[in-house]
Nanobody, 128 residues
């Protein structure tokens, strides 16, 4: 059973930075699709970035346009923890951030529909 635990949220002023962590356990699949999502009050959950690590090697990453150049995803060498580095934060980045895994082997994408394992979420608040 895959479990995901996020940490690292907090409150910062605009322009500040945070690093979120997503620790995965019980992951026995050789290919991994991990995504970061966020949900602001009254809004739908939106995809922020995903990282796809196929069994054949390589790493594929895709960001939503609003965070390109500001957010960076990374993964430790053991592929057990995925990090989301949030830089140049804006008030509109305020949301609960979730990491999620697609263990069904679907094509990795930014839509939350195909992700079946979710963490509990971590709050990010950016003040102006």
């Amino acid at each position: 059973q895959v479990q995901l635990v996020e940490s690292g949220g907090g409150s910062v002023q605009a322009g500040g930075s945070l690093t979120l962590s997503c620790a995965a356990s019980g992951y026995t699949y050789t290919s991994r699709c991990i995504g970061w999502f966020r949900q602001a009050p009254g809004k739908e959950r939106e995809g922020v970035v995903y990282i796809y690590t196929p069994a054949t090697g390589g790493r594929y990453i895709a960001y939503t346009n609003s965070v390109k150049g500001r957010f960076t995803i990374s993964q430790d060498n053991a592929n057990t923890t995925v990090y989301l580095h949030l830089n140049s934060l804006k008030p509109e980045d305020t949301a609960v951030y979730y990491c999620a895994a697609d263990t069904y082997g679907n094509r990795c994408q930014l839509s939350p529909i195909t992700y079946n394992i979710w963490g509990q979420g971590t709050q990010v608040t950016v003040s102006s």
